[in-house]
């Protein structure tokens, strides 16, 4: 019985090791050729810089080259797509973004899974939401500008960086808290909405602080509001929406760091460990800040539970408003 026992043991724990020493050698040997780190948009734009103000640093953590890919489209959903259908092996990596992740599943058809094709990472950069006017508007702040709206009903617009992006849904999930009816103009992109803005053609825009910030450090645009919980340290006279009476509008624009499901957890592990020394820097910490976002970092348990949660809340949210990109 005992020898029985013995054996059905040993068969046990050689099978264990035929599947497990594959994944344990490649998390030892891993890196021993160049990382791919696909940017879901196009370069030059504050994602991009997101990536490659770590990439040096990452690749030196890693000792091995970080190459940068841009494969933009479709709301970040192509390079999301690259990310998701890569080998699993620890080369491919990419930027996940919010709008991609959490919001173009539930307004087209997406050829990635949010739930089953992706490995989470880490959190890498949070991005607030502002609320803003040209600062030559007259309004100095949102009681001014809630009571020109609900004075004319329907008359007031904002701008925004698309249909269907994390700042357009912040205006819509900020018109139903306060209870006015101003016009969604959406652009294709930040740059033309803020330019608008500031010729007068929209009177107010619902946008990320990174692409903005340059103009209210220039005094050219006032933000009336934040969409973050606390007051953030990179607008810290601008009031919280929670401050001003609006407690269930909290909401920042969430980037981290996925690769395709199945790559091995000592990878995705390593991954995330060299990323929370990085992010933690004082050089990277202040790169971000001068780009209008807080370097962050997390478990990846966590990053899945932050994307997984906000992938739920905004199907409900689009399903309710019946937000569409036609």
């Not at 709008?99 to 880490?122: C, E, N």
Request: hydrophobic residues 45%; aromatic residues 6%.
């Amino acid at each position: 019985m005992h020898a029985r026992r013995l054996a059905a043991c040993l068969i046990a724990s050689c099978t264990l090791g035929i599947f497990t020493a594959p994944a344990m050698a490649q998390g030892a040997s891993w890196p021993t050729r160049p990382i791919r780190f696909i940017v879901p948009f196009p370069p030059g734009g504050p994602t991009d810089n997101y990536v490659r103000t770590i990439a040096g640093p990452l690749g030196e953590a890693l000792k091995q080259t970080i190459v940068v890919e841009n494969r933009a489209g479709a709301g970040g959903s192509i390079g999301t797509a690259a990310v998701a259908k890569a080998a699993p092996d620890g080369y491919t990596m990419g930027l996940g973004a919010g709008g991609a992740l959490m919001v173009m599943p539930h307004l087209m058809k997406v050829p990635y899974s949010v739930t089953q094709d992706l490995a989470y990472v880490s959190s890498l950069a949070q991005v607030p939401a502002v609320i803003a006017v040209n600062a030559k508007s007259g309004i100095t702040n949102m009681a001014q500008f809630l009571e020109r709206a609900r004075s004319h009903p329907g008359k007031m617009n904002y701008g925004s960086a698309g249909t269907g992006t994390m700042v357009h849904l912040a205006g819509e999930r900020f018109k139903r808290a306060a209870g006015i009816d101003i016009v969604h103009v959406p652009y294709a992109g930040a740059a033309p909405a803020i330019t608008d803005l500031l010729g007068g053609q929209v009177e107010s825009m619902v946008s990320d602080l990174t692409p903005i910030l340059p103009h209210v450090q220039a005094g050219t645009v006032r933000v009336l509001a934040v969409t973050t919980e606390k007051r953030t340290p990179l607008l810290p006279d601008a009031p919280t929406l929670v401050e001003l009476g609006y407690p269930k509008v909290v909401q920042a624009t969430e980037y981290g760091v996925i690769m395709p499901a199945g790559t091995p957890p000592a990878i995705v592990n390593r991954v995330q460990r060299e990323l929370a020394t990085i992010m933690a820097t004082p050089e990277v910490r202040k790169a971000y800040e001068q780009m209008g976002s807080l370097a962050v970092s997390s478990s990846p348990e966590q990053y899945r539970k932050n994307v997984l949660g906000s992938y739920e809340f905004w199907g409900q949210f689009i399903k309710e408003t019946g937000i569409s990109l036609n």
